[in-house]
């Protein structure tokens, strides 16, 4: 079993800036892709950003040129630096990870998630 455990919410002021972590540990034998989701109250868990085992990243929209996702694969670990945060990117922040027993197969692994407010 795989576990992810974030790190690095809190309440911060409109324009200003968190870092997210997420380290997974426990029997790891690959970890393909990474990435973190959101879910604010009554919406749908969306994605923010993913980043591939080889550095590829991918966006959504509504954080393009804000946040910025990186992963150091030495220490199973990935994180989101987020700036110029606005009130609407309050929510629970998720952190993912689908890990590869095998070659042929992969399962999602899940974080707790971690509370992200913006409000002044």
């Known amino acids: 079993q795989v576990q992810l455990v974030e790190s690095g919410g809190g309440l911060v002021q409109p324009g200003g800036s968190l870092r997210l972590s997420c380290a997974a540990s426990?029997?790891?034998?690959?970890?393909?892709?990474m990435g973190w989701y959101r879910q604010a109250p009554g919406k749908q868990r969306e994605l923010v950003a993913t980043?591939?085992?080889?550095?590829?990243?991918n966006y959504a929209d509504s954080v393009k040129g804000r946040f910025t996702i990186s992963r150091d694969n030495a220490k199973n670990t990935v994180y989101l630096q987020m700036n110029m945060l606005k009130p609407e990117d309050t929510a629970v922040y998720y952190c993912?990870?689908?890990?590869?027993?095998?070659?042929?197969?992969?399962?999602?692994?899940w974080g707790q998630g971690t509370q992200v407010t913006v409000s002044s």
């Open positions: 993912n990870a689908r890990i590869a027993p095998t070659a042929l197969y992969e399962y999602s692994s």
């Open positions: 426990g029997t790891i034998f690959r970890i393909n892709a």
């Open positions: 980043i591939t085992s080889g550095g590829s990243t």
